[in-house]
């Protein structure tokens, strides 16, 4: 695959959603729209197809609509996982927005609304649990706090069956992974590739997003001492049950219920 495929990011005016299906507007001669990777990991490309203004139909000039001056397109990745969530899908549309919209600071984006890709059966999509917002109110809360700190605006799920008879209008919209790519990059047969492709986000930004975090959550970083000395305790868990932040208060306690730790000063 074509290294521009891979890193291209467009912005696109007159994009409209309805049944489930992303549409460019156009008038005039059929435009060619270009191929845009919106998941690396999955091989997902953005599906937008060409809308004539002439060939609208009857159901979408009948229809409800709602209108949005801006919009980021992409895809949540792993979405039921806190990690995944908090540290790659939000930063992905804060990158967009923040990079393209040139809007980078918290509560200022009120003409912003983040619209996900993701569809049922899709890359770690659980059909039980996805409803609006593709399940993060229901079974990933932090995820949606942590979204609406910088985009006051409920975000749009192309698959939301709340959304299926409207039709919503993005006077632009921008897609695409771009030459910087916050993932995971996948184990080792894979890593290598995906690191010949894509830079790391640029530590300015991503501090930005996490001081942004921090100040909207009311959250005081931890000060660190690089000197030490540390103590350190491991919690032996099988990995698949520690990748995600469950039971951490129950482990806590029983971890400071030890003698060697309460002795501890």
């Known amino acids: 695959m074509r290294m521009a495929v891979l890193r291209r990011i467009c912005l696109f005016d007159n994009v409209i959603l309805h049944q489930g299906r992303l549409s460019y507007l156009y008038s005039g001669r059929v435009p060619e729209l270009p191929d845009i990777m919106t998941n690396w990991h999955h091989n997902l490309h ?99 706090e942590a979204l609406q700190c910088f985009y006051p605006k409920p975000a749009l799920w192309v698959a939301d069956p709340l959304l299926h008879d409207k039709v919503v209008v993005i006077k632009t919209a921008v897609a695409g992974v771009g030459p910087y790519n916050r993932k995971w990059p996948g184990p080792p047969e894979t890593a290598d590739r995906f690191r010949s492709v894509y830079q790391k986000v640029d530590t300015r930004l991503t501090t930005q997003y996490r001081e942004g975090l921090l100040k909207c959550l009311g959250v005081q970083p931890a000060q660190f001492h690089p000197a030490g000395p540390y103590k350190v305790t491991i919690v032996n868990r099988e990995y698949h049950a520690g990748r995600h932040i469950v039971n951490t208060q129950d482990i806590a306690r029983e971890v400071n219920a030890m003698e060697q730790v309460s002795n501890c000063s």
């Open 46 to 144: 953005l599906d937008l197809v060409p809308l004539a203004a002439s060939d609208i139909s009857s159901d979408m000039l009948s229809a409800e609509v709602q209108h949005f001056a801006r919009a980021t397109l992409t895809h949540r990745q792993w979405h039921l996982n806190y990690y995944h969530s908090i540290a790659e899908s939000i930063l992905d549309v804060y990158n967009l927005a923040c990079m393209y919209f040139q809007l980078c600071n918290l509560h200022t984006r009120d003409d912003v609304v983040p619209i996900f890709l993701d569809k049922p059966g899709v890359a770690g999509w659980d059909a039980r649990l996805g409803v609006t917002e593709g399940g993060w109110r229901q079974v990933l809360p932090a995820a949606a």
